[in-house]
C-alpha cells in the first residue's frame, strides 16, 4: 500500500481580546477544515503559538500516521511566532520557551513544516475566527 504524500496550507492566528482564543483553517487543496477555540493564555503572543499547536495537532489526528510524508505551510500574521521558529529571534519568555519546545517537536513528525509571515490581511478568516468566542 503506498502511503499518501500531502500538502497543506495552514493559517493560524491568535487572539488576545476578551480572553484568549485561536483561528485555525487546514487547506488541503479539495477541502478547509475551520476552527476556533477558546484558549488559555496569558498574553497574545501564547495564543499565537496554541494556534499553531492545535493546527499540528488536529493534522495528526486526521491523517494520522501519514503525516510523515507531509510538508505543510503555516501563515501567521505573528512575526515573533515565524522569527522564533526559523531560528531567527531569541527566546527570552519561559512559558513561550514551553510552547516553542512544544510546536518544534510536533514539526518533527511531519515531512517539512514551513513557517511563513503575511500580513494580516493575508490572514483575515483565521483571525475572525480567533476572536469568535
Do not use: C
Amino acid at each position: 500500500m503506498k502511503e499518501t504524500e500531502g500538502s497543506l496550507n495552514v493559517w493560524v492566528d491568535g487572539s488576545f481580546s476578551n480572553g484568549a482564543g485561536i483561528g485555525v483553517v487546514i487547506d488541503d487543496g479539495k477541502k478547509k477544515r475551520v476552527y476556533k477555540k477558546s484558549v488559555q493564555a496569558k498574553t497574545n503572543n501564547q495564543a499565537e503559538y496554541l494556534s499553531a499547536i492545535f493546527a499540528l495537532k488536529k493534522i495528526k489526528q486526521i491523517f494520522g500516521k501519514n503525516v510523515k510524508n507531509f510538508t505543510v505551510k503555516v501563515h501567521s500574521d505573528s512575526q515573533l511566532l515565524v522569527s522564533q521558529m526559523l531560528g531567527k529571534w531569541k527566546i527570552k519568555d519561559d512559558d513561550i520557551k514551553d510552547l516553542f519546545i512544544e510546536l518544534h517537536n510536533l514539526t518533527l513528525d511531519f515531512k517539512k513544516v514551513d513557517f511563513i509571515h503575511v500580513p494580516r490581511k493575508e490572514n483575515k478568516l483565521a483571525d475572525k475566527l480567533s476572536k469568535a468566542r
